[in-house]
């Protein structure tokens, strides 16, 4: 996160209200578009089990 510049409130803001979309029944990815940012869509890799888990942080990412 720190290499990419996302900070605690942006991974938050991604999980809490951005798009979502399932892999499977426990993984997804969850990304967002932040206008103040250049590098398109940031994204979490997100694993839904007892509790939630942050897998990886990503910008650049691109949904096709």
Known sequence: ????TISDEMLLEVIDSGE???RD???LWA???FPARHDNLLCAV?????V???????HHFSVL
Request: aromatic fraction near 8%; charge should be neutral; hydrophobic fraction near 50%.
């Open 20 to 22: 979502t979309r399932y």
């Open 52 to 58: 939630v888990i942050v897998k990886t942080v990503m």
């Open 46 to 50: 997100v694993v839904l089990e007892d």
């Open 25 to 27: 029944a426990t993984h």
């Open 1 to 4: 996160m720190v290499e990419r």
């Open 31 to 33: 990304f967002k578009e």
